[in-house]
């Protein structure tokens, strides 16, 4: 069965780091491009960051470009998304998600469950 | 590129028909896809390509459109279809997908 499982979210003080993992099964992990999409309270989705799946070449949202960093691991199957100079503004659910091709993702046919980022002073 | 969803809520009756837009501010083809999230769960894919159905989605959803005007169309709602859902387009890439905000669907 293919799953998602996400990991990593705590609370977090303005300014600081985290580090998710999204560790995939069930299906051949570097066929595929995988993003991260967040959730804010109250808010919508909102596209983070993608990678293909040779982990080669990363793609940012705007609003986090230069604080985030996304890699990927194929031999352990897991997909990190490295968080630094935290802002309250990031305060969301993150999503990882699967897409359908290797060069981009196209759209998402699996997601994970979310873990939950929150900063706060 | 903007996705515009509307209405931003919906309230049906049990079989009402459910029409869901979503409108881009330039043309994506066909490259749009539909989303179901229910609170508390994964977001689930409904539809890709505009009109194709997803693996395991009931044939009462539908898709249709092109261009920059997109329709979910769910036939005879179910309760167990109250959930938020999102269109995205994947037709400009990079820099990256856009989601439209949300039409949350109540069935009364």
């Known amino acids: 069965e293919e799953q998602l499982l996400e990991s990593g979210g705590e609370v977090v003080r303005p300014g600081g780091s985290l580090r998710l993992s999204c560790a995939a099964s069930g299906f051949t992990f570097s066929n595929y491009a995988m993003t991260w999409v967040r959730q804010a309270p109250g808010k919508g989705l909102e596209w983070v960051s993608s990678t293909t799946g040779s982990g080669r070449t990363t793609y940012y949202a705007d609003s986090v470009k230069g604080r985030f960093t996304l890699s990927r691991d194929n031999s352990k199957n897991t997909v990190y998304l490295q968080m630094n100079s935290l802002r309250v503004a990031d305060t969301a659910l993150y999503y990882c998600a699967k897409g359908v091709a290797t060069l981009a993702p196209d759209f998402f046919d699996m997601w994970g469950q979310g873990t939950r980022v929150t900063v706060s002073s | 590129i903007v996705m515009t969803q509307s209405p931003v809520t919906l309230s049906v009756s049990p079989g009402e028909r459910a029409t869901l837009s979503c409108r881009a501010s330039?043309?994506?083809?066909?490259?749009v896809a539909w989303y179901q999230h229910k609170a508390g769960q994964a977001p689930r894919l409904l539809i890709y390509?505009?009109?194709t159905r997803a693996t395991g989605i009931p044939a009462r959803f539908s898709g249709s459109g092109s261009g920059t005007d997109f329709t979910l169309t769910i036939s005879s709602p179910q309760s167990e279809d109250s959930a938020v859902y999102y269109c995205q387009q994947y037709h400009q890439w990079p820099p990256g997908y856009t989601f439209g905000q949300g039409t949350k669907l109540e069935i009364k």
């Open positions: 390509g505009a009109s």
């Open positions: 330039q043309t994506v083809n066909t490259r």
